[in-house]
């Protein structure tokens, strides 16, 4: 056993002290960067909840519309045909319930990339949000002129294989009109000559550019297609 040195020279030993201020620092840089991670993981799912609310809808109209169409009802009230007979709309069977297939104003099939959903009027944020929408100042289906169609990046990101002769068909209660890829085309958004009228039948779809950029895409993504004879 070892005796402590005394004398008048001598000093006891410091005890050491704990660097509190420090470990707290620490701890508290460590709160902070798990915060951030948190919010950087909510950041992350907020799109992705955002598409899978919108496709929960999508994916529920196309089989409403396709039960509505093996009906033997001519023309639901729901489709805008020039010269439909008012007999037609007021027949007792006609539906009329807001369902799901009554806010549909045909189907859309790409059976190159095995895509099917019901197409709603309109290009609101409502209605793109819910999957793919007609724009209201170009014609239907069946009828003369362009037949104009959008949605989001989001739910037509398969569409950038479309190429060159591809099929896109168009499915109403009055038949189903099949429509040939002939190319396509980046746009700015401003560019609204994609849809001016043509006198042939003529099918564009529009989406925003690049797919994958979701709501940060700067440009659009335009795909042309003819009526097949």
Known sequence: MTRRPEGPGWVPPARPVVQRRGLRAKLSLRAAALVLVALGAGLCLVPIGVVALGMWPENQLPPAWSSGVASTLPSPPFIEEPGASPTVLDTPAAPRSPSAAAQAAFAI?????????????????????????????????????????????????????????????????????????????????????????????????????????????????????????
């Open 109 to 229: 099939r790409v059976p190159k990339i095995g895509y099917y959903a019901a197409v709603r009027e309109g290009v609101s944020l409502s209605v793109l949000a819910t999957g793919p929408g007609h724009y209201p100042t170009t014609a239907m289906p069946g009828q003369p002129g362009l037949v104009g169609i959008a949605a989001h990046n989001t739910f037509w990101i398969p569409f950038g294989q479309l190429g060159p002769g591809d099929t896109v068909v168009l499915e109403t209660r009055a038949g189903r009109f099949t429509y040939h890829v002939t190319g396509t085309r980046i746009v700015n958004p401003n560019d609204t000559g994609v849809l001016v009228q043509t006198p042939d039948p003529r099918l564009v779809l529009t989406t925003c550019w690049p797919l994958w950029a979701g709501n940060l895409a700067t440009q659009r993504l335009v795909i042309y297609a003819d009526l097949s004879a």
